[in-house]
Structures are given as structure tokens and as C-alpha cells.
């Protein structure tokens, strides 16, 4: 069994890999301000605009940022004097969690590209799915940074993270719901159903992350 302060410390035997796997963590959080800033951008100035050309570009420079950070922690870890069961369980976080930003960045393309038309009547309900979102990703990086510093509290973290989880699968519905309700032809509301669902899998991705570090915390407190 490991002690609840002995995580930090192993990680600490490579500090430049503790030092990057947290600017890592950090790029996660204005990945996910930047998503909801560009989808502000969208609804506000129009797909053409360039509000909504600027804030895509800065996602995808934070996306790029995250794969530098990324790359240089995969090779630190595997050099580096780490027990081999935890550089892999710190590996896999990273892996899973720069997915986050993979799907966020693939959804801005995916808007630029599609341009899909948005009614008013959803785009409250749009905002309120994107809020609880970054609720889900907020709540999982405090579980990851927990899982470094603190493993007593990962599982309220853990908890939290699938309340807001479920939070987003129900704005998902109500906004899917509202959209199906409106005069857009079918042929819209598939497109801008796709983008709906989309933005919810960034939660459950986020919900199945934190499913992972719960694991990982297990094995070390047993």
C-alpha cells in the first residue's frame, strides 16, 4: 500500500516530468475555455466571421501545445526512475485526457467546415450543455491533480464527476428535444444533432477518465 503523500513523491523524482504533466493539466482548462469561447464566437459574429476564425486558431495552437507536453512526459517517464505499474497508469491519464482536447479541436474543424445553422430557440440550451461540460472536465482534472497530491479526495472528485456527467447527458436531450420541436428542416436538425452528441462524448470521455483514476487510486490504497 502506498501512503496518500507517496504519489507525489515518486513522481517528484522527475521533476520535469511532475512540472509537465501540471502545464499539461493547465492546457486541458483553456482548452475547454477556449471550446465554449469559440462556440460564443459562432453563435455571436457567424461561422465566417473572424471572432469565430481566431478563437479555432487559438484552440488548435493550445491543442498543439498539449501534444508537445504530451510527448515530452511519455519520453521523461519511460527514462526516468518511476515503478514501472505507475508511469504506465500516469501515461495512460495522459493519453485519455489529451483526447479531450482532440475532440474539442475535432468539433471546432467539423463547425468551420459544416457551418451548420443554429435556431435561437436552442442556443440557450446549447450554452447550458457546454456548461455542464466544463463542469465534468473541471471536476476531472481536480481529480487527476488529486490522484498526484491527495488520493483521500479522488473519490469526491470522482463523484462530482458523474453528477455533472449526467447534467450533460440531460441538457444533451432537452437540447436535441427543443431542436426536433423547431421549423428547421430535418436535414439541419440531423447536422446540428451530430454536433449535440458530439459535445456530450467530450463529457463522457471526461466521466470515463475519472472512472480510470478511481481504478488507479484503488490499487494503491487496498
Sequence with gaps: MFGFSRITTLLSQSQSTETNVYLFLDQVTLAQH?????????????????????ALTELQAIEHEADVLKREIEQTL??????????????????????????????????????????????ADL??????????????LLCAKSFFTDLQRVQEYHQKVILFETDADKACTRAKTILFDTDLPLINKVQLRYFFDRIDQVANLAEDISDRIAIFTLKRVQ
Design 34 to 54: 477556449k471550446f465554449v469561447y469559440m462556440w460564443q464566437m459562432y453563435l455571436s459574429h457567424g461561422p465566417s466571421s473572424e471572432e469565430f476564425e481566431s
Design 78 to 123: 519511460y527514462r526516468k526512475t518511476l515503478i514501472p505499474d505507475l508511469r504506465t497508469d500516469v501515461a495512460s491519464l495522459i493519453d485519455l485526457t489529451d483526447r479531450l482536447i482532440n475532440k474539442q479541436e475535432t468539433i471546432g474543424l467539423h463547425l468551420k467546415i459544416e457551418k451548420p445553422l443554429i435556431p435561437k430557440a436552442v442556443e
Design 127 to 140: 450554452m447550458i450543455l457546454l456548461a455542464a461540460v466544463g463542469n465534468t472536465i473541471d471536476h476531472t
